[in-house]
């Protein structure tokens, strides 16, 4: 087998022996095994910025899958390989190890770990239907057709970042040729689009309605659009949600907090009377607790917080400001809930970086 015609499943997170080619020879004269060696035992992972990479783990005297002999890992180097390197290889895979033989790398497959993903790219990996769109070396990178009314559709890479029922969200990898609005860095949602046997990734460019500062002002059209998410969840409702999002004002409810010596005053004054607090005041974002997650609440208006609210100080602020906010609390914050009491909207806190890196409809 070659990676060249497997692609990179089969090596993904698994064992497999590569010969001694000149390219490995190169970096493992140093390894124990050695100068009695033909192969190297491998461990692939997939590296987001530089791609599949094989982590060599010690040498390997083989004659098939079934019959080979593994030398000590070096104590002393750690050596990583880029698949192009070794791409036309022939390849074994060797299953799984013994458990005793797993421990003598355990220090090099948890160092393999930092390389993990979110739940989701690592779903989009199993996802054969993507495979033809792939970059060979860059797996979570694939081929997406650019189309914008009055433009050439073009084809642009972009790396996965999230998925969604209807579509899948990526970072755009190269500035597109056209203006198409978006540009590298740009978060963008494509899917899969068939006619007649067909197939490509398609990602919709043309541009939204411009909105005012006075469409936003009253929150009825962020509610508006959240409703029909909840009624029609796909992409486009689901990008429509993100994009008033991305230009609109929210409230937060907020608990105050003041020094003992205020604390005291306040309770100490009579009805009516007229207190300045002689030391700061501060506004901490009330938390949600659910199954031992953590969620930010956050409100179209001061009303939607209803009963709940009324144990508060509301707070108005920009989404993004939100954001920063639930990003820098003490908590563990997983979400950014929209409206907890009546129809509400979780935002994952995946998709904070993707609002972020949204256009202005204003």
């Not at 124990?32 to 590296?47: E, K, M």
């Not at 996965?160 to 500035?175: A, M, Q, V």
Request: charged fraction near 30%; charge should be negative.
């Amino acid at each position: 087998m070659k990676y060249t015609e497997t692609g990179f499943r089969p090596l993904y997170h698994k064992y497999c022996i590569f010969p001694l080619s000149e390219t490995i020879r190169d970096v493992v004269k140093e390894y124990p095994g050695y100068d009695y060696a033909n192969g190297v035992l491998t461990y692939g992972y997939i590296d987001r910025e530089t791609g599949f990479r094989l982590e060599i783990l010690c040498c390997v005297q083989y004659t098939d899958s079934d019959h080979y002999l593994l030398s000590n890992p070096s104590k002393d180097v750690r050596t990583v390989i880029q698949i192009g390197a070794v791409a036309d290889e022939e390849y074994l895979c060797v299953g799984d190890l013994e458990d005793y033989v797993k421990e003598e790398y355990e220090e090099i497959i948890d160092m393999v770990h930092s390389y993990d993903v979110s739940e989701e790219v690592e779903e989009s990996r199993s996802f054969k239907f993507l495979d033809e769109f792939r970059n060979e070396l860059y797996p979570d990178d694939v081929l997406v057709l650019t189309v914008k009314e009055g433009l050439t559709p073009e084809g642009c890479w972009v790396r996965i970042t999230d998925l969604y029922e209807e579509c899948i969200l990526g970072t755009l990898l190269n500035e597109p040729n056209q203006d198409f609005g978006f540009h590298e860095g740009d978060s963008i949602a494509f899917f899969l689009y068939e006619n007649e046997g067909n197939r490509c990734l398609i990602s919709d460019m043309n541009e939204s309605k411009k909105l005012t500062a006075e469409d936003l002002e009253d929150g009825s059209m962020l509610c508006d659009a959240i409703k029909l998410f909840h009624e029609r969840p796909n992409n486009g409702t689901l990008f429509h949600v993100l994009e008033l999002l991305r230009d609109s004002y929210i409230w937060i409810p907020c608990n105050v907090i003041v020094s003992e010596k205020d604390q005291k005053n306040m309770e100490e004054a009579s009805i009516g009377m007229e207190l300045q607090f002689e030391e700061d005041v501060r506004l901490i974002p009330d938390i949600l607790m659910s199954d031992d997650d953590y969620y930010f609440p956050v409100f179209t208006t001061d009303r939607e917080m209803g009963e709940y609210g009324q144990h508060f100080s509301k707070v108005e602020k920009h989404f993004l400001e939100a954001i920063a906010l639930a990003r820098a609390n003490e908590k563990d914050i997983k979400s950014i809930v929209i409206n907890a009491f009546t129809e509400s909207m979780v935002i994952d806190c995946e998709l904070f970086e993707v609002i972020e890196n949204l256009k202005s409809r204003l």
